[in-house]
Structures are given as structure tokens and as C-alpha cells.
């Protein structure tokens, strides 16, 4: 059959607009120590409710309701104040489908976690970026100043990706009381490397929206797993915009065990946050300037050798990640932090790697 001489449909023009946003996947195989994920493995109690989904439960659409209810006793919250979504990933998506149009403003610190301006790329909001201060310092006074009427949402990532750099209670709190009139959003995706919570301030401040994932600590990056704390009105319209099924029955179904098994994830945590300090350590030994991290990463700089130092890495096994092209960023790549064991092969490899681009730190 002879093609029909049909041209597509265009798409809106700021769709036009927008870049692709490719993650470097593609070949994964090493030690994956380029997208922050947990790089052993999940709970083994995980495992077992996998081995157990029957295949009659697969021909249901997924009820996350009863799931979200055992979550909010978890976190301390109503169930009202909690909705579980595909990822936070597709929590930014609804946040800025619900609340950003024409003539809104999107503040956000930079650099920071990509998604927040692709996904309010695809809305008529203006983005308005601010730089971080010297070091990557949280840019309190400057987010601030630049708070207008037509600010709607403020994406903070707290640990901040790429940096590793955290933001105090009280810098949250002084941001969020001046901007009554927008949603702030806390990325706490690493909030196990850290501590550090606001997600008290659920019920208490009705412009706050805190992001938990399930892909870092938990180790369930491919279920796709995100959880939003929220005041009960913002969660109304949330719902309003959420696809009812967009968290799949098997993660419902393996998330009361992955959030039971406490001791798993303290134990993974516990032995990051030893690798996180010898690998700092390492750094220093090796004369590469980083940036004390939070974080399960560190970002450390290379200077202009940076693509060619991830080649070398990648052809050596160890996958890292270039960030050089971030704002504020050059020359930086970025370190997922792995188990003790993971890290010190990945130090041998980067000495290694520096003397074999005969790096000396003084390439700027
Ligand atoms: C700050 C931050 N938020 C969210 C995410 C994505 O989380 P999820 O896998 O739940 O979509 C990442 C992933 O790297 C991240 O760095």
C-alpha cells in the first residue's frame, strides 16, 4: 500500500522548543557508580513478595489506596497527605501540570536535579534560574529576591544532585514563609545519606510539598516508586491530575516489605556512609578538589580533562558521570558512592585513570 500523503500534527510550540532529555544509559555493565542509584541490591524481603505475585493479581488495574494508608502510618502522616507515584519523576510531572500556566514563575537554585526544568518546560510557566554562591552554597538571600507575585513553585533538592550540598531547617523555613503564594517543593530523594527532614511540616504549612524516593536507599530504582507529603488540599488537586494507575501493582505490592525491613536499609546506608568518608579521604590523597557531600555521590573536580577521565573510567569498568554541563559545573564529574569495597576498586581505578591522562590538577 502506497503511503497515505499524510503530515502528523504539530506539537505546541514551547514542545518545539524543548531538547530531548537523554540520560546516558545504554550499556550499564561495571560498577555503576553514575546515577546515584543503591548499587548492591534490595531488601531480600522484596524478593520474596516478587516470587509470589500470582498471575490472576497481574490482570487487575492497581489499587493504590490501601498501600498509600500503610505508607502514611509509616511516615507518620494522614493518608489524606500522602500520594504514592511512579517515581518522583512523575510527582515533578503532576506538580507542574497542576499548578504552572501562562504567566507563572518557576524558581530554582542551579545547578540542580535536571527534571525540574524539563518538566516545567513543557508548561507556559517562565523558568527563572538562580546560581548558587560560591561553592555551591544554597543561594538563600538571591531565591528571595527574586520571589515575584507570579512565583509558583520553588524546587529546592535537599541534598542538593549534583552537589552533595544541604540546605538548613531554618534557610527552608525563612524560604517558605516568603513565598506563601507558591508550592515548595523538597526534593528529599537522599534523604537517608543526610537526616535531615521537613516532612513535619506536612499539615502545618500549606505550601509545602516534600518528594521521598524509592530508588536510591531502598535499592528500587526499577519499580519506579516516589511518595509525596502534602498538605490535604494541594493532595486533592494532585489526585485530580495523577493517572490512577500510574504505580503498577507489582511495586504496590512489594512496598510494605521494602519499608518493614528497616534493618536493610539502615545496614546499606550505614556502610555508604563509611565509603562515602574513605573515598573523601582518597580524594584528598589523590589531590582531586571534591565537594563534601551529603549525598550517596561526590562531586569532585577534574577540569578540562573531565570527558576524557570518563572515558577512561567507563573503558576500566567503573561508570561515573559527567555533570561538566551543568550550571556552574565545569569540569565536574560526579561520583555515586557505593559499598566500601566498591569504592576502594574505584579509587585504584582513578589513580590509575589520572596518571594515564597524566592529570596534575593544574589543567584548570
Ligand atoms: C534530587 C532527585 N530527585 C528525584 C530523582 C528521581 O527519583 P525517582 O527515581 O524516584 O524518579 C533523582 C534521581 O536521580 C534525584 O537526584
Same mark, same amino acid.
Given at each position: 500500500?502506497?503511503?497515505?500523503?499524510?503530515?502528523?500534527?504539530?506539537?505546541?510550540?514551547?514542545?518545539?522548543?524543548?531538547?530531548?532529555?537523554?540520560?546516558?544509559?545504554?550499556?550499564?555493565?561495571?560498577?555503576?557508580?553514575? &546515577?546515584?542509584?543503591?548499587?548492591?541490591?534490595?531488601?531480600?524481603?522484596?524478593?520474596?513478595?516478587?516470587?509470589?505475585?500470582?498471575?490472576?493479581?497481574?490482570?487487575?488495574?492497581?489499587?493504590?489506596?490501601?498501600?498509600?494508608?500503610?505508607?502514611?502510618?509509616?511516615?507518620?502522616?494522614?493518608?489524606?497527605?500522602?500520594?504514592?507515584?511512579? /517515581?518522583?519523576?512523575?510527582?515533578?510531572?503532576?506538580?507542574?501540570?497542576?499548578?504552572?500556566?501562562? /504567566?507563572?514563575?518557576?524558581?530554582?537554585?542551579?545547578?540542580?536535579?535536571?527534571?525540574?526544568?524539563?518538566?516545567?518546560?513543557?508548561?507556559?510557566?517562565?523558568?527563572?534560574?538562580?546560581?548558587?554562591?560560591?561553592?555551591?552554597?544554597?543561594?538563600?538571600?538571591?531565591?528571595?529576591?527574586?520571589?515575584?507575585?507570579?512565583?509558583?513553585?520553588?524546587?529546592?533538592?535537599?541534598?542538593?544532585?549534583?552537589?552533595?550540598?544541604?540546605?538548613?531547617?531554618?534557610?527552608?523555613?525563612?524560604?517558605?514563609?516568603?513565598?506563601?503564594?507558591?508550592?515548595?517543593?523538597?526534593?528529599?530523594?537522599?534523604?537517608?545519606?543526610?537526616?535531615?527532614?521537613?516532612?513535619?511540616?506536612?499539615?502545618?504549612?500549606?505550601?509545602?510539598?516534600?518528594?521521598?524516593? *524509592?530508588?536510591?536507599?531502598?535499592?528500587?530504582?526499577?519499580?519506579?516508586?516516589?511518595?509525596?507529603?502534602?498538605?490535604?488540599?494541594?493532595?486533592?488537586?494532585?489526585?485530580?491530575?495523577?493517572?490512577?494507575?500510574?504505580?503498577?501493582?507489582?511495586?504496590?505490592?512489594?512496598?510494605?516489605?521494602?519499608?518493614?525491613?528497616?534493618?536493610?536499609?539502615?545496614?546499606?546506608?550505614?556502610?555508604?556512609?563509611?565509603?562515602?568518608?574513605? &573515598?573523601?579521604?582518597?580524594?584528598? /590523597?589523590?589531590?582531586?578538589? *571534591?565537594?563534601?557531600?551529603?549525598?550517596?555521590?561526590?562531586?569532585?573536580?577534574?577540569?578540562?580533562?573531565?570527558?576524557?577521565?570518563?572515558?577512561?573510567?567507563?573503558?576500566?569498568?567503573?561508570?561515573?558521570?559527567?555533570?561538566?554541563?551543568?550550571? /556552574?559545573?565545569?569540569?565536574?564529574?560526579?561520583?555515586?558512592?557505593?559499598?566500601?569495597?566498591?569504592?576502594?576498586?574505584?579509587?585504584?581505578?582513578?589513580?590509575?585513570?589520572?596518571?594515564?591522562?597524566?592529570?596534575?590538577?593544574?589543567?584548570?
Amino acid at each position: 500500500m502506497p503511503d497515505l500523503k499524510i503530515r502528523g500534527p504539530q506539537p505546541r510550540e514551547l514542545i518545539r522548543r524543548m531538547k530531548e532529555y537523554h540520560p546516558p544509559l545504554g550499556d550499564r555493565s561495571g560498577l555503576r557508580l553514575d &546515577f546515584n542509584e543503591n548499587t548492591v541490591a534490595c531488601s531480600p524481603r522484596v524478593v520474596e513478595v516478587l516470587a509470589e505475585i500470582s498471575r490472576s493479581e497481574l490482570t487487575m488495574y492497581p489499587e493504590r489506596e490501601r498501600v498509600e494508608e500503610l505508607a502514611a502510618g509509616h511516615f507518620n502522616l494522614k493518608p489524606s497527605q500522602v500520594l504514592l507515584t511512579n /517515581g518522583v519523576d512523575e510527582a515533578i510531572h503532576v506538580i507542574c501540570q497542576t499548578y504552572l500556566g501562562a /504567566g507563572d514563575e518557576v524558581l530554582l537554585p542551579v545547578p540542580t536535579y535536571s527534571m525540574y526544568a524539563v518538566y516545567a518546560s513543557a508548561t507556559e510557566a517562565k523558568l527563572v534560574e538562580v546560581p548558587a554562591g560560591a561553592d555551591f552554597r544554597f543561594p538563600l538571600e538571591a531565591l528571595r529576591e527574586a520571589i515575584t507575585p507570579a512565583t509558583k513553585l520553588i524546587a529546592i533538592a535537599n541534598p542538593n544532585s549534583p552537589t552533595g550540598q544541604v540546605v538548613s531547617r531554618g534557610a527552608l523555613l525563612k524560604l517558605i514563609e516568603s513565598a506563601p503564594h507558591a508550592i515548595v517543593l523538597i526534593d528529599e530523594a537522599y534523604f537517608h545519606f543526610y537526616g535531615g527532614t521537613i516532612l513535619d511540616l506536612v499539615g502545618r504549612a500549606p505550601n509545602v510539598i516534600v518528594a521521598r524516593t *524509592f530508588s536510591k536507599a531502598y535499592g528500587l530504582a526499577g519499580l519506579r516508586l516516589g511518595l509525596l507529603g502534602a498538605d490535604d488540599e494541594a493532595m486533592r488537586w494532585l489526585r485530580r491530575v495523577i493517572s490512577p494507575y500510574s504505580v503498577n501493582s507489582v511495586a504496590l505490592a512489594c512496598l510494605p516489605a521494602a519499608l518493614d525491613d528497616r534493618h536493610y536499609v539502615e545496614n546499606y546506608v550505614k556502610e555508604i556512609l563509611t565509603a562515602r568518608a574513605e &573515598f573523601a579521604a582518597a580524594l584528598e /590523597g589523590m589531590g582531586v578538589p *571534591f565537594w563534601p557531600s551529603e549525598a550517596n555521590f561526590i562531586l569532585v573536580d577534574i577540569g578540562m580533562r573531565h570527558a576524557e577521565f570518563c572515558r577512561a573510567m567507563r573503558n576500566r569498568g567503573v561508570l561515573v558521570r559527567d555533570r561538566s554541563a551543568d550550571p /556552574g559545573c565545569d569540569g565536574c564529574v560526579r561520583i555515586t558512592i557505593g559499598t566500601p569495597e566498591q569504592m576502594h576498586r574505584a579509587a585504584a581505578m582513578m589513580v590509575e585513570v589520572l596518571r594515564e591522562i597524566e592529570w596534575t590538577g593544574e589543567e584548570g
